[in-house]
């Protein structure tokens, strides 16, 4: 096994026993990062020379700390999240040149446990996007197919993760932008319940949808990451006061007892039957673990897609009225008047996904528009919320597709943004829930793309969905593959 | 139609954006189609339906009135465009 490959629990074993060093497996990922990127563009900036020398520090003090879980590991973080001293440009051109004067609380929490940062990956801009086609720098590509999309926002990090570019990666999560991504890169992707990681320091896109997760080679890994960045930061007042349970004692559960609740909704018409069969595939293994499958129903999901796609942008358009060309970002040297500064520097600077976004959301919250569209979207977001509180009574755990098909050209939704929208129909409910959801390979299409399985659990349940994501993971080998690169 | 080209015009405004002539045609036409699917939300008999706009029972988060440290100026000038070595430079206002 190459050393790139390694997966953080592989990789920690190793480091503790003096099989290898972080500057070894640091390097090597390094080579394979400059042998893979003219294909695969997973990055958008590299942080070598720093990461090269904490890995060498790590060398020096050894891996026996307890306190520090992810000592020599090297990790990919999405481009939205804040990096101090190294640029975080969210993929837009407006923050080509932003260097963050400060670390995110997850960067912070990262480096505190050791991680070692590789540098920083691609996405749709301002996280507005299911193809990675909307990077301001250039699309991501698939690394099972490079001709197609690697699911997005967080395409970069995911595909990072498949290529063997990192050993583990973070995303960030508004209506599927970690599941999704991970689902068509073939590999683990863990949105935790709303409020259970700090966005402190994850620019915001839409502030009550956002949420960073772990994007992994195997569900372990999941839990390890999720275990170092979760948990209460004054910094974050919507973070959630909760104690963060030993997520690692979860994976050695079994199955005996777990009741997964099938929704009839998630197996409609536009599901590809090579996912379904996957999909089915993965629950008929589950029961033979000694899950109990039933069906259920979640009568408001096919009105996820409209509520979503008013409430995200209505949020959006005033969380990005900051870019001004004032504090930070890029400013336009012609206008003459303040006015004339704002519009031409945000015209020049946002690109056109975030632009329609924008629109739509001041739209949506412009008066005589506002009851009609966002008080409805939100009123239909309670419908949501309920829908799951109330299958939750009667399964433990959700079990669905991430996406209706496997993942597309590029080139194939750029030209119709409502089609695109619907490709998020099986993530954006449970985005709009705050309820967790792990993504987690169960197949691959007969062209030899992944598909993945969506676990979803209860609020500040993560556990649950690590259990049963396990199970199935330790049952097949689709976590083992390698993309043909 | 749900948006008229006029009301795109506004819209753009009150958003701070200029847009072309030619991004004014197509967002007009992705707007109606987008705003047309959700009147889907419609068939939906909302009364008396709460709307959420948090999903996870938070009350407010209080913190102590204190003085902390905050990032040193020129730190956070470095960022800006155009500053000098204690302000934000923006175009003529008054």
């Given at each position: 096994m190459k050393l790139y490959e390694l997966t953080i629990h592989e990789l920690r074993r190793l480091l503790a026993q003096g099989e290898t060093t972080a500057a070894e497996v640091t390097a090597s990922i390094y080579e394979r990062i400059k042998k893979l990127e003219p294909k695969v563009a997973a990055y958008l900036s590299l942080s070598e020379e720093i990461a090269m020398e904490e890995a060498r520090g790590w060398d020096k003090r050894g891996f026996g700390d307890k306190t520090k879980p992810l000592a020599g590991v090297p990790l990919a973080v999405k481009d939205v999240i804040c990096t101090m001293g190294i640029r975080t440009s969210c993929g837009s051109n407006i923050l080509a040149n932003f260097v963050p004067p400060y670390d995110a609380t997850v960067t912070l929490k990262l480096k505190q446990a050791g991680g070692i940062l590789l540098g920083k990956t691609n996405m749709d801009e301002f996280a507005m996007g299911s193809s990675n086609e909307n990077?301001?720098?250039?699309?991501?590509?698939?690394?099972?197919?490079?001709?197609?999309?690697?699911?997005?926002?967080?395409?970069?990090?995911?595909?990072?993760?498949?290529?063997?570019?990192?050993?583990?990666?973070?995303?960030?999560?508004?209506?599927?932008?970690?599941?999704?991504?991970?689902?068509?890169?073939?590999?683990?992707?863990?949105?935790?319940?709303?409020?259970?990681?700090?966005?402190?320091?994850?620019?915001?896109?839409?502030?009550?949808?956002?949420?960073?997760?772990?994007?992994?080679?195997?569900?372990?890994?999941?839990?390890?990451?999720?275990?170092?960045?979760?948990?209460?930061?004054?910094?974050?007042?919507?973070?959630?006061?909760?104690?963060?349970?030993?997520?690692?004692?979860?994976?050695?559960?079994?199955?005996?007892?777990?009741?997964?609740?099938?929704?009839?909704?998630?197996?409609?018409?536009?599901?590809?039957?090579?996912?379904?069969?996957?999909?089915?595939?993965a629950i008929k293994t589950l029961e033979e673990l000694g899950g109990k499958a039933i069906e259920v129903s979640l009568p408001h999901t096919e009105y996820g897609v409209a509520a979503y796609y008013i409430i995200a942008p209505a949020e959006a358009s005033s969380n990005l009225a900051r870019y001004d060309g004032v504090k930070y970002g890029h400013r336009d040297r012609e206008g003459k008047t303040l006015l004339e500064m704002y519009r031409r520097s945000r015209s020049e600077g946002f690109g056109a996904e975030v632009k329609r976004r924008i629109m739509l959301g001041t739209y949506v919250?412009?008066?005589?528009?506002?009851?009609?569209?966002?008080?409805?979207?939100?009123?239909?977001?309670?419908?949501?919320?309920?829908?799951?509180?109330?299958?939750?009574?009667?399964?433990?755990?959700?079990?669905?597709?991430?996406?209706?098909?496997?993942?597309?050209?590029?080139?194939?939704?750029?030209?119709?943004?409502?089609?695109?929208?619907?490709?998020?129909?099986?993530?954006?409910?449970?985005?709009?829930?705050?309820?967790?959801?792990?993504?987690?390979?169960?197949?691959?299409?007969s062209e030899g793309l992944p598909i993945g399985l969506q676990i979803l659990a209860p609020h500040f349940e993560e556990g649950l969905a690590l259990q049963v994501a396990y199970n199935l993971e330790q049952n097949t080998d689709f976590h083992r593959r390698r993309p043909p690169l | 139609m749900k948006i008229t080209i006029e009301e795109v015009e506004h819209v753009a405004r009150l958003a701070r954006?200029?847009?072309?002539?030619?991004?004014?045609?197509?967002?007009?036409?992705?707007?109606?189609r987008i705003l047309l699917y959700m009147e889907k939300l419609n068939e939906l008999d909302t009364t008396g339906v709460e709307p959420t706009s948090h999903v996870v029972d938070l009350h407010n988060a209080f913190r102590v009135d204190a003085v902390k440290q905050s990032f040193p100026r020129e730190q956070i000038l470095d960022n800006a465009p155009e500053a000098n070595e204690a302000e934000f430079i923006v175009p003529r206002i008054i």
């Open positions: 990077s301001a720098f250039g699309p991501t590509r698939n690394p099972w197919n490079l001709k197609y999309i690697p699911g997005g926002s967080s395409g970069g990090s995911a595909a990072a993760v498949a290529a063997d570019e990192c050993i583990a990666a973070l995303g960030s999560d508004t209506g599927g932008s970690i599941r999704q991504p991970a689902s068509h890169c073939g590999v683990v992707g863990f949105k935790p319940t709303y409020g259970r990681v700090s966005r402190y320091g994850l620019v915001a896109f839409a502030s009550s949808l956002d949420q960073i997760g772990p994007i992994s080679k195997d569900v372990t890994d999941a839990a390890l990451l999720l275990q170092v960045i979760a948990g209460y930061d004054e910094r974050d007042s919507t973070s959630v006061p909760k104690e963060v349970p030993d997520y690692t004692e979860s994976l050695v559960q079994g199955l005996k007892g777990i009741t997964f609740g099938i929704p009839r909704e998630y197996f409609v018409e536009g599901l590809e039957p090579e996912v379904e069969k996957a999909v089915r595939e919250l412009s008066a005589g528009y506002y009851d009609a569209y966002y008080k409805k979207a939100l009123q239909v977001r309670t419908l949501i919320r309920e829908d799951f509180l109330e299958v939750f009574k009667k399964c433990q755990v959700l079990v669905a597709p991430v996406a209706p098909s496997a993942a597309f050209s590029l080139g194939s939704k750029v030209d119709d943004p409502l089609q695109m929208y619907l490709s998020d129909v099986f993530t954006l409910p449970a985005s709009l829930a705050g309820i967790p959801g792990i993504s987690v390979p169960c197949g691959f299409t | 954006l200029e847009i072309s002539a030619e991004e004014k045609g197509n967002l007009t036409e992705q707007m109606n």
